[in-house]
């Protein structure tokens, strides 16, 4: 089963920013967060990943918290093509990614 | 850019058939994967590869399932005796270019049993 847990749904206005949390409680030491996207029935889609420190690229910020139990993914300006199934996974490198049912994020016109 | 491939985007077969999907991986990654989505569930780990073996497999990646890279560059998810409930969308994926660990997905292959 999936370590995380995520809002089942999320709607943004077309422009703003999109901040999805996810809380991941029970993280070890070694598993990174990762998040990726599925839009429609695409494959899914890295978008961002971090150990313990915020990183940033040119697609997303992922901010992390300090006791590192929950962590942000935020799209600075979102647009409609952002509309997509979000996944917040933690996972040991190079181990296999299970997938949660995630937060499907709605960006409104 | 970089990116895992596969083909065909989209197979009907008749049930019982075998059937192969194939998939290469981003060049020098080392690890290997196959997920399954049926629709409007989620996606679903298969199964893990590598250094020319299974290293991690899942309940669903029973008998009927087998795994192959025959020949460095190709990576095959073959189903012996398709059934109804193989119908689903295949994902390939893989990581770890011993610097960068990020999993890279393909888009897909749409298997259809009748």
């Known amino acids: 089963d999936a370590k995380t847990t995520q809002p089942p749904s999320m709607d943004c206005a077309e422009g703003r920013a999109a901040n999805l949390p996810c809380n991941h409680s029970?993280?070890?030491?070694?598993?990174?967060v990762y998040w990726y996207r599925q839009i429609h029935s695409q494959g899914p889609q890295y978008i961002i990943h971090?150990?313990?420190n915020n990183e940033t690229n040119e697609m997303a910020s992922l901010i992390i918290t300090e006791d590192r139990k929950s962590s942000t993914l935020i799209l600075p300006h979102a647009t409609l093509r952002d509309t997509a199934v979000y996944y917040c996974?933690?996972?040991?490198?190079?181990?296999?990614?299970?997938f949660g049912k995630g937060t499907r994020l709605h960006i409104l016109p | 850019e970089p990116e895992v491939t596969q083909t065909p985007s989209h197979q009907v077969t008749q049930m019982g058939q075998e059937v192969i999907l194939r998939c290469v991986p981003i060049?020098?990654?080392?690890?290997f994967y196959w997920y399954r989505q049926i629709l409007g569930q989620k996606v679903e780990f298969l199964v893990s590869?590598?250094?020319?073996?299974?290293?991690?497999k899942s309940e669903i990646f029973d008998d009927q399932f087998s795994v192959e890279r025959p020949d460095g560059s190709n990576f095959t998810l073959k189903i012996r005796s398709t059934k109804l409930e193989d119908s689903a969308m295949y994902f390939c994926?893989?990581?770890?270019?011993?610097?960068?660990?990020?999993?890279?997905f393909g888009q897909g292959t749409r298997l259809t049993v009748v």
């Open positions: 994926a893989s990581s770890g270019d011993r610097v960068n660990a990020e999993a890279f």
């Open positions: 029970t993280i070890s030491g070694n598993e990174y």
């Open positions: 971090g150990l313990k």
């Open positions: 996974i933690v996972r040991v490198r190079d181990d296999k990614i299970i």
């Open positions: 060049s020098n990654h080392l690890y």
């Open positions: 590869f590598y250094n020319n073996e299974i290293s991690e």
